[in-house]
Each structure stands twice: as C-alpha cells, then as structure tokens.
C-alpha cells in the first residue's frame, strides 16, 4: 500500500531554517506529482508547494514564496521542503501528499510539526 512518511519536523525559533523530508512507498514515485501542505491550528488545511515529476515546474502559496524550496529526488523516492527565513505563522503540521491523475491529492503522509518561536 502506499506510504509516505515525513521526518524533519520540530521547534525552532523566527528566523530559523528547517528541513522537512517525506519518505514514499507502494507506489511508482516517479510518476507522480508531489505536494506539500499544513494545517495550522484551528484552521483549515492548506497548499504551500507542488513538484512535477522531472522537477521541471514548481509551485508555490504565496506566503512562503522567497523562504521555502520543494525539490525531489526520485532515486531515493523522497520529496523534500527546505524552509528558511521561518516565521511563527509558518507553525502547522506540515503532510506531504502525492496528487492522482485525476488531479485530487490521494495519498497523505502523517504530518510532522513545526513549530517557530518567536
């Protein structure tokens, strides 16, 4: 069955850098767009970046544009989110999330937080 895990989270102050990393199984991870997204509390779930599947486009929410890079590395079947210039609005759990070809985000990772202190 399809797993993804991510590792990397945990608390860090304003200004700070993290990495966050999401391991993918059970599924051909070369073929599939990759996204990440966070859910801050009390609020609702929302997109912060997209990979295509060579890595040849990315997307980002506008909120992190500038600060955060999603990259890929289809050999190790691993989606990456380094995050720079970190904010205390950027605490959420962070899922990443493989989007079917149907265009809907099927498949979802556990979460990992991250929490910035200011």
């Known amino acids: 069955q399809v797993q993804l895990v991510e590792s990397g989270g945990g608390l860090v102050q304003a200004g700070d850098s993290l990495r966050l990393s999401c391991a993918a199984s059970g599924l051909t991870f070369g073929s599939y767009v990759m996204g990440w997204f966070r859910q801050a509390p009390g609020k609702e779930r929302e997109f912060v970046a997209r990979?295509?599947?060579?890595?040849?486009?990315?997307n980002y929410a506008d909120s992190v544009k500038g600060r955060f890079t999603i990259s890929r590395d289809n050999a190790k079947n691993t989606v990456y989110l380094q995050m720079s210039s970190l904010k205390p609005e950027d605490t959420a759990v962070y899922y990443c999330?493989?989007?079917?070809?149907?265009?809907?985000?099927?498949?979802w990772g556990q979460g990992t937080q991250v929490t910035v202190s200011s």
């Open positions: 990979i295509s599947v060579s890595s040849s486009n990315t």
């Open positions: 999330a493989v989007r079917g070809y149907s265009g809907n985000w099927n498949y």
